[in-house]
């Protein structure tokens, strides 16, 4: 691939390269990169690395590379739900809008008819790793796991655990049958062959599992130290009530979970709205990482989580669509709500205090285009613990990349393309991506040349279009 590559380097820092040349082996991985390399000099540049009768993919002065976008919390079983029940906080949205629909996916055929489409929008919107909860239903979380195996998409799948606090047509029945179920997903998972798909524990909230199941989930964690764990945390006022009155034993809720042995370091946690300070130091402790969905925090009336201190006191982050609590599937409405989020902080800051801005560099700011790049990306694979392997373009690294197009006149009046003027630079057309983009100016979305269904995925869909 030769042309605009924008690389997220840290929490502060990205690297906009216009004359980038990079080579992607047979495997899929980066064999190499190589910056400021002149027209005249690929041919050249790709012979020394061995690259001889070697397909060249030259960008158009409008395109460039970014790596794929992470979601590292989403529901795939509430994107038919999309939109609805804007009016509800979260205790009531789950029951008058979330659980009727999820409990569809009883039927494994409902299960067979949505799943596809649900996925094919993900990824279409961007997102080439994903966090998956899917329902309570064994079959349909098996199927989920299939049709995000066969389309080829890098993704967490999940069974929720829920035998408490929720509707008798929604719940499991006993400890047992959950954990079994749970066993059972995740062996097949395991079982899907040459799979980017990997297993995660699902315990739902706090609120919809007794102490027994908490406990019985944390001793199939302990049984297997590499196996990941999702679960939401203190998202709402009332849900944190709600859970201190059903586990007053502990100190905190994040302490429910550490009591559990569900709190460690590959523990993603969603939203992470109103931690206390005892809580943030035991997560930052626990090494695990927050999920911050800020769209949903919006639009669920949830609140707006403090990310800046979280990454000062160096906990990982990642941004989560969670929809449907985020009306949006798309990570680029995570990126700009997340902007918003740490707008409203910095405004709160500013009118509450009247002093010089806070000496840390991220607590009561705005984050900046960089962070938020990083989060959406690199900082989302570290709270995956994939960060060796993706959220960034780099040697051994597999190419999970997105390839935008900000000259699609009809979407971006004023700009050209090749044969216009309006060109700005790498980083404007990356600024004018993050907030006016929209799907169809990520014209491919690629994994790697053995795994092709992405790539022709997105190919098909422009075709229909
Ligand atoms: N807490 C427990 N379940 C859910 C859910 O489905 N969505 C959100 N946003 N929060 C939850
Ligand atoms: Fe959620």
């Known amino acids: 691939y030769y042309g605009a590559v924008v ?34 000099m690929v041919q050249e540049v790709m012979a020394k690395h061995g690259y001889v009768d070697v397909e060249l993919v030259a960008l158009r002065q409008e395109e460039f590379l970014v790596p794929g976008f992470i979601d590292t919390h989403t529901h795939a079983p509430q994107v038919p739900n999309m939109g609805s029940g804007q009016q509800y906080e979260l205790l009531d949205w789950l029951e008058k809008i979330t659980f009727p629909m999820e409990s569809k996916f009883r039927d494994p055929e409902f299960a067979k ?7 094919r929008r993900i990824i279409d919107s961007g997102t080439t790793t994903c966090c998956y909860f899917g329902t309570i239903h064994l079959e349909g979380t098996k199927t989920l796991a299939d049709i995000v195996h066969a389309y080829g998409q890098r993704a967490f799948v999940g069974k929720c655990n829920m035998d408490s606090n929720c509707p008798d047509h929604y719940k499991e029945p006993t400890v047992e049958t959950s954990i079994a179920a749970t066993k059972d997903l995740i062996s097949h998972i395991s ?6 798909v990997y297993p995660i524990l699902t315990p739902r909230f706090a609120i919809s599992c007794s102490a027994p199941l908490l406990k019985g989930l944390g001793d199939v964690a302990a049984a297997d130290p590499s196996l990941a764990i999702q679960t939401h945390i203190s998202e ?25 042995g569900l709190l460690r370091s590959n523990t993603i946690l969603a939203h992470a709205v109103h931690l206390t300070e005892d809580e943030i130091e035991l997560i930052h402790q626990s090494g695990a990482g927050i999920s911050h969905c ?23 982050v990642g941004l989560g669509t969670d929809v449907s609590g985020g009306y949006s599937p798309s990570m680029l409405s995570a990126i700009q709500n997340a902007s918003i989020a740490s707008k409203v902080i910095e405004m709160n800051f500013r009118e509450k205090s009247s002093g010089p801005p806070s000496p840390t560099q991220f607590t009561d700011k705005q984050l900046s285009m960089e962070t ?13 613990n994939l960060e060796k392997i993706v959220g ?47 799907d169809p100016q990520i014209t491919l979305v690629c994994r790697d040349k053995s795994r092709v269904a992405l790539i022709s995925l997105k190919l098909s869909c422009l075709l229909q279009s």
């Open 372 to 384: 938020l790049l990083y989060l959406a990306t690199l900082g989302g694979a570290a709270v995956c």
């Open 191 to 196: 079982r899907l062959p040459d799979s980017l």
């Open 294 to 316: 800020p769209t949903s925090n919006f639009h669920l009336k949830s609140g707006v989580a403090p990310i800046g201190r979280y990454l000062d006191r160096g906990i990982k």
């Open 113 to 119: 008819r949505t799943y596809p489409s649900v996925v």
């Open 7 to 40: 690389n997220p380097v840290d929490h502060s820092t990205l690297r906009d390269m216009s004359a980038c040349l990079l080579g992607v082996g047979e495997a899929g991985t980066i064999d190499w990169l190589e910056e400021h390399v002149e027209d005249s």
């Open 236 to 260: 709402n006022p009332s849900e944190v009530a709600f859970t201190r009155s059903l586990f007053p034993q502990h100190t905190s809720y994040a302490h429910t979970y550490a009591e559990s």
């Open 392 to 438: 960034s373009f780099a040697v051994g690294k597999s190419f999970d990349a997105l390839l935008v197009n900000v000259g699609n006149e009809a979407r971006n009046p004023g700009i050209w393309g090749s044969a216009g003027s309006a060109l700005g630079s790498v980083r404007g057309h990356l600024e004018q991506f993050l907030w006016g983009g929209d």
